[in-house]
């Protein structure tokens, strides 16, 4: 059987596993790519403008029709729904093909994702047995983790056990090689799931589903991966794209001297400050971790903890980065707008706790996206309810449910300032903070500019090669 996949957006670790498990059993497998060009998925530049002139659902159409598979399936995320719906729609009216949508949306809402004429199945939580089973032509009514319609109504089998990560085969990193320079950025995943249950984040719906979803490798799956892939790629760096991958102090000092001995490769991976001390920061170092990107999301303690349920301090946070600071461990911070009960001054009081942080790479701002069915949406009303489920998302820029225009535009100001704030000298932001109005007034490719500088600053390896990129991608549009 052929199965494509469509995808848009980034890399993408679940299509390659079920890539690697699918040609295992002697299926063809193919992926049509949408880099998904100055969208909402692009990690530097957004333009609705740029995002229709570079749009890529005709040539879609067109590498469907040519491959011609047995099934076109989707991996989708909240913020990619409605493009998922709208390629699988023209799909479907032009080539009839059988559509599957897998993926966390479709995970948090098979019902909503059903209620749609041009998806024919759902496959909810792990996806690898599922959809070889589904390729090897088993009747759906006993295909575990799969939904579909039946005379009107909406089936939903039963959920298998969960995956033995340690028995799954590499991801099926082929399949992206012609649109993702795997050299230069090996991504791979040490575990599955997240020890914790933010209120804004999927994983803690996993955790529900399957009552404990995390699951680690063993060190030994990881680093025969690493060794295998870095044989065939020569890769120059690693991104461990786990939700949090030091969690466990021995099991990384074990895992991190193996890695310099036999991988020893630059990395970099995603943190959770209260597990930050001076002991694994030096394991960190010395294994080769160049860079830490911590979810912090706001510097308001009492949104954070009551709305958000995360538990850290600030001060807390503040020694971690200063034990970041002494090991020369850069970081990235993650930082959310839009959040409800946030003002101004929370803004203000996150632009001075992060310029003085030392070694601050880059502040990511976010606004908040509340997906369907997670503990933050109860903040949400029923019709803003309705909107996640369709992947629409929303906001809250308000006062006691009145939209409030002045913390949106307050907000958009914030981010241009957490954008620079690593080149804006501690002695100027008094000015910038006086003067922050202003930014309303500067265009947004000025601070893109201005990032380039925060880059060089910071030797931010990520965001050179998202930026190297782009000559690349537009030319495969423009020259197809």
Request: charged share 30%.
């Amino acid at each position: 059987m052929h199965i494509t996949f469509v995808h848009r957006g980034r890399e993408n670790l679940g299509i390659e596993y079920l890539s690697a498990i699918l040609k295992k059993s002697g299926h063809k497998v193919s992926l049509i790519y949408d880099h998904g060009l100055f969208s909402t998925e692009d990690n530097l530049f957004c333009n609705s403008a740029l995002e229709k002139l570079f749009s890529q659902k005709k040539e879609i159409l067109k590498k469907i029709k040519k491959l011609n598979p047995d099934i076109v399936g989707f991996s989708v995320y909240s913020g990619t729904y409605k493009w998922c719906c709208e390629m699988a729609k023209e799909i479907k009216e032009n080539y009839k093909i059988p559509i599957v949508f897998g993926g966390i949306h479709p995970t948090l809402v098979p019902d909503v994702c059903l209620n749609n004429d041009f998806i024919d199945y759902v496959i909810v939580g792990e996806a690898e047995y599922a959809i070889l089973e589904f390729a090897n032509g088993v009747q759906v009514e006993k295909i575990k983790n799969l939904c579909y319609k039946k005379d009107g109504n909406v089936i939903k089998n039963e959920l298998r056990p969960l995956v033995d990560i340690d028995k799954l085969l590499y991801p099926d990193k082929q399949i992206f090689e012609k649109d993702v320079n795997i050299r230069d950025d090996y991504m791979l995943m040490a575990s599955r799931g997240c020890i914790f249950n933010c209120t804004y984040c999927c994983e803690s719906f996993m955790n529900e589903l399957y009552k404990k979803f995390y699951r680690r490798r063993s060190i030994e799956s990881i680093i025969s991966e690493l060794v295998y892939m870095k044989m065939r790629y020569n890769f120059k760096e690693v991104m461990f794209y786990d939700s949090l991958f030091f969690t466990d102090k021995n099991w990384l000092k074990e895992l991190m001297y193996i890695y310099k001995k036999k991988v020893n490769t630059p990395f970099r991976c995603f943190g959770k400050t209260d597990f930050v001390s001076d002991e694994l920061a030096e394991i960190l170092k010395d294994g080769g971790c160049y860079c830490i990107e911590f979810g912090l999301q706001t510097m308001n303690e009492n949104i954070r903890k009551n709305i958000l349920g995360r538990v850290e301090s600030n001060e807390k946070m503040k020694i971690a980065f200063e034990i970041c600071d002494k090991y020369q461990l850069r970081y990235d911070i993650d930082h959310m707008f839009g959040l409800p009960n946030e003002s101004e001054e929370d803004h203000i009081i996150g632009a001075e706790f992060y310029s003085q942080l030392k070694s601050l790479n880059r502040v990511k701002c976010f606004n908040l996206t509340c997906f369907p069915n997670l503990k933050i949406s109860d903040c949400l009303s029923n019709k803003e309810k309705r909107d996640a489920e369709q992947g629409i998302s929303c906001d809250f820029f308000h006062i006691m449910s009145i939209k409030d225009t002045k913390l949106k535009e307050s907000a958009e100001i914030f981010k241009k300032i957490y954008k620079i704030i690593p080149i804006i000298p501690k002695k100027g932001l008094n000015l910038v903070l006086k003067y922050r109005k202003a930014f309303k007034f500067i265009p947004s490719f000025i601070i893109i500019f201005l990032q380039l500088f925060v880059a060089i600053k910071g030797k931010d390896k990520r965001f050179w090669i998202y930026f190297k990129y782009y000559p690349l991608r537009i030319k495969r549009v423009l020259f197809k």
